[in-house]
Structure formats: structure tokens, C-alpha cells
């Protein structure tokens, strides 16, 4: 595996890991995870994988706290307002081959769901609901999920 770091417009170094040979796959994880789940789940054998702005700027391997001072709150708050300005992304806006994976037991993930299954058919969106599993079990239970993912794979 190695560790490369692309730069976004506005300088900030992204970090990225490619391991094997063939087409890229982008795997993006959530929140304040890390690339690093996406090794140690066991879904990486020949893919790439990158941590989002927020996660990589200060250029480090491995993050083991994500933190700030106080006095930065403010500011950190100030800026998540900009996506507030973004248009609503719907199926239809989609332009490449999408897997949406959910859980039966994730019910916010259930209600965003339902709020776009009409728009679904016709769309480039693929949607599989994982019985029983929760919003962590989605990512986890690779004996269930990895199947998913790799029949997606090989109709895309």
C-alpha cells in the first residue's frame, strides 16, 4: 500500500491510499472516521481510499483525535454554514453508477429513503436493504455488505 496526498484548488493536501492495480474505486467514509476503517473492516485489497479536507490537512498518517481549541468553534461553525447555500441533490442528479446500501434497522437512513423512492427508478441509483442490519452494522458486517458491493461492481 502507499500513501499519496492529492491537492485540492485551495491548497489543502488530501490523503490517499492505493494499493494493486486496475480501475480506481472511491470509497468515502462518514463523519469524523478515517480511511483507516475501510482497512480494517477488510474491504480493501486493490483499491484506493482518501480522507475528505476535513480530515487530512494536517497530513498525518493516522489520526488519533480529531480536536480544536475552543476560541476555533466559532469560526468552524461559521464555515459548515456554506453547504446551507447548496442545492438539494436528488437521484436524478447522480451522473454516475450509485450503490445505496440500508440497513433495515438505520431509520434515518429508512427516511431518506423513502423520501427519494419515487425518484429512484430511472436514475443511476442502486438501493439494497440490508435486513436487521443498523447504521453500524452497514460498514461492519462485511459477510453481508462486501456481496453488495462487488455484484455492484461487476454490473457497473
Not at 8 to 21: C, Y
Not at 63 to 81: K, N, R, W, Y
Request: aromatic share 8%; with cysteine.
Amino acid at each position: 500500500m502507499t500513501t499519496r496526498f492529492a491537492t485540492s484548488p485551495d491548497s489543502t493536501r488530501i490523503a490517499f491510499d492505493v494499493t494493486g492495480a486496475g480501475t480506481p474505486l472511491l470509497l468515502l467514509h462518514g463523519g469524523g472516521s478515517s480511511r483507516v476503517e475501510w482497512h480494517e473492516a477488510g474491504y480493501v485489497a486493490r483499491l484506493g481510499v482518501f480522507d475528505p479536507k476535513s480530515l487530512s490537512a494536517k497530513d498525518q498518517e493516522d489520526i488519533h483525535e480529531l480536536s480544536f481549541p475552543d476560541e476555533l468553534l466559532p469560526s468552524v461553525l461559521a464555515g459548515s454554514t456554506a453547504m446551507l447555500d447548496w442545492g438539494i441533490v436528488t437521484p436524478a442528479d447522480l451522473l454516475c453508477p450509485t450503490l445505496w446500501l440500508i440497513g433495515t434497522e438505520n431509520d434515518k437512513a429508512l427516511e431518506s429513503y423513502r423520501e427519494y423512492e419515487a425518484e429512484i427508478p430511472g436514475s443511476k441509483v442502486q438501493v439494497h436493504l440490508l435486513e436487521g442490519l443498523n447504521h453500524e452494522q452497514e460498514f461492519n458486517n462485511i459477510k453481508q455488505v462486501l456481496p453488495r458491493i462487488l455484484d455492484f461492481l461487476r454490473k457497473s
